[in-house]
């Protein structure tokens, strides 16, 4: 029997409260700090490690972090999670976002279909799709190949499979594998379409509606944006376009497309990325075999987060440490600083993915609870983000804990040498000082120039980012938004948050307004 109790009910919790918080200044000073370093680390997969030696955290608090995870039954609820109980309570869904990867528990059988079957499925019709227009078996009206993809869809039906398309772009070309390139429209600002629809070749163009729902606001009126621009070129809007979709929405039976490829509502949004979600615009612009390398990443993470052993889960003890700062320290916002320019979206999906997910003031019951939840999330590709926010994180008033994101090898493999070092160098030169400073800090008699330390920090460590360590890097979070959600009782697979402003603005084009709501619309001319 599983308990589903808030944090502050259990005795854990209490005690992990009364535990000496630790010093990361002098903890992670001198000998005892290299110590750290070497021990605090734990493998994610082959190429990817987890370090938490500049993590506020120590013997005696990850003792009472494990005794947290079993109160709270963290390993049972994964478990009932992938063997296919209804977790998502506000929504009384399924959650299986990680059978789209692989099967980690018993076959999950719902609306009278085996569930894995489906998503393997899907799999198979897209890549089959995918190399018959890599092949120009499946080309436009006029025979000619197709060359570029463009993804319709918005939240989570963009922010990840766009952070996953940047990421592997570049590795992509360099290994051969890039097929075609792919290109985004999300805002329902028309310059964003318009700006896209400028930058292509319409003609040799395959467009990919992504919607769940299949009534999101934005994507519907990007879509007929993009069939506006089709008709106006002479072209047959339903010979360019195809849809990822529920099979239960309105987008699923029209003739309007050249192939539907399907998700469902087991699928949030923010964790669909290894579903038909991301696997349409993946599997074209890199090719299907890519697309199952990048599953079988996040697969080996997967598994991984159903250790027991909290110092061999790095996901549930990266999701434990967080809760650490957020309800016993105090700390209100994480960022996320991927050095690595191909992870430039990453922290901006993950904002979606933590946020929408964690962002919540009621736990799985719809009660209140009495304790602080998700925390803001934000990030920038270092070392951009040192010449712009980092003077807060070292010297503001907010202790700000962070999360490094480093490869020893980079993806492109051009680099020069200067001043004796190479960029790459630099680069991982930069990380490991940030690190070192923001934990150990300097003392200067001027003020000004004082660094207080104290500031913690983890890495995950890679060798280079490939299509497996992406999807372990992926899967790393997802599963850690989801333990964190165990801890704090909330439901963190739906959205409610995101509905009032829906229901505003629809009654703003409409002219129902009154009060505010009129005069802003009159301020903004509708
Ligand atoms: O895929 P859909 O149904 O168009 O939804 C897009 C996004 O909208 C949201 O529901 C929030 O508005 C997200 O959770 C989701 O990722």
């Known amino acids: 029997m599983l308990n589903w109790k808030n944090l502050d009910t259990l005795a854990s919790y209490e005690e992990l409260k009364k535990v ?3 010093n990361v200044a002098e903890v992670m000073s001198g000998e005892n700090g290299a110590e750290r370093v070497k021990n605090y680390s734990i493998p994610m997969m ?9 993590k506020a955290v120590d013997e005696k608090v990850l003792a009472a972090l494990a005794k947290l995870a079993e109160e709270a039954q963290l390993i049972e609820k994964y478990e009932s999670l992938y063997n296919g109980a209804v977790i998502n309570t506000g929504e009384k869904r399924l959650v299986l976002h990680q059978l789209t990867r692989g099967q980690l528990g018993n076959d999950v059988v719902a609306d009278g279909v085996n569930k894995r079957d489906f998503y393997v499925s899907q799999q ?16 436009n009206a006029a025979g000619e190949k197709f060359t570029t993809v463009v993804q319709i869809g918005i939240g989570g039906s963009d922010l990840g499979p766009r952070a996953m398309y940047l990421a592997l772009e570049n590795w992509a070309k360099v290994n051969n594998k890039f097929k075609m390139e792919a290109k985004f429209i999300s805002n329902v600002d028309p310059d964003d379409a318009a700006a896209v629809l400028n930058s292509i070749d319409v003609a040799h163009s395959i467009f990919i509606l992504v919607s769940k729902s299949g009534t999101t606001l934005e994507t519907l009126t990007n879509e007929s944006f993009v069939k506006d621009a089709l008709a106006k070129a002479g072209l047959d809007a339903s010979k360019h376009m195809i849809a990822v979709t529920s099979e239960t929405s309105p987008l699923a039976k029209s003739d309007d497309y050249l192939a539907a490829f399907f998700m469902d509502d087991y699928i949030g949004g923010r964790y669909s990325s290894s579903s038909a979600v991301g ?7 890199f090719g299907p075999d890519v697309f199952a390398e990048f599953l079988a990443g996040a697969a080996e993470v997967d598994k991984t987060a159903t ?3 909290l110092l061999k889960n790095p996901e549930m003890l990266d999701a434990l440490i967080g809760v650490y700062e957020r309800n016993v320290l105090g700390y209100p916002s994480t960022a996320v600083l991927p050095y690595s320019q191909a992870l430039s979206r990453f922290p901006a999906h993950l904002q979606q993915l933590d946020m929408e997910s964690n962002g919540k003031s009621v736990n799985r019951f719809g009660e209140p609870v009495d304790y602080v939840t998700g925390p803001v999330i934000f990030g920038e590709p270092g070392t951009n983000g040192q010449h712009s926010f980092y003077q807060l994180l070292h010297q503001g008033t907010d202790i700000v804990p962070l999360q490094f994101i480093g490869f ?6 051009t680099d020069v040498v200067i001043q004796d070092s190479t960029s790459q160098q630099k680069l991982c030169a930069n990380v490991a000082a940030q690190i070192v400073a923001f934990a150990c800090g300097k003392a200067d008699e ?4 004082n660094f207080e330390g104290g500031r913690p920090s983890s890495i995950i460590i890679g060798e280079q980012l490939t299509p497996k360590t992406l999807g372990a890097l992926l899967a790393h979070f997802e599963n850690k938004v989801m333990f964190q959600g165990f801890v704090w009782n909330v439901n963190s697979f739906d959205q409610e948050g995101v509905q009032l402003g829906k229901v505003l603005a629809k009654r703003v084009l409409a002219h129902e307004t009154d009060g505010a709501l009129k005069v802003y619309s009159d301020l903004l001319n509708i």
């Open 446 to 449: 001027n003020r000004n120039k």
């Open 307 to 309: 250790n027991k052993d």
């Open 124 to 139: 198979e019709r897209i890549a089959d799709f995918a190399n018959k227009v890599h092949a120009g078996e499946i080309t």
């Open 20 to 22: 000496e918080p630790v």
């Open 279 to 285: 696997g349409a615009v993946l599997s074209l612009a």
């Open 46 to 54: 082959d190429g990817l490690t987890y370090n938490y030696a500049a």
């Open 408 to 413: 020893k090898n980079n993806q492109i493999g």
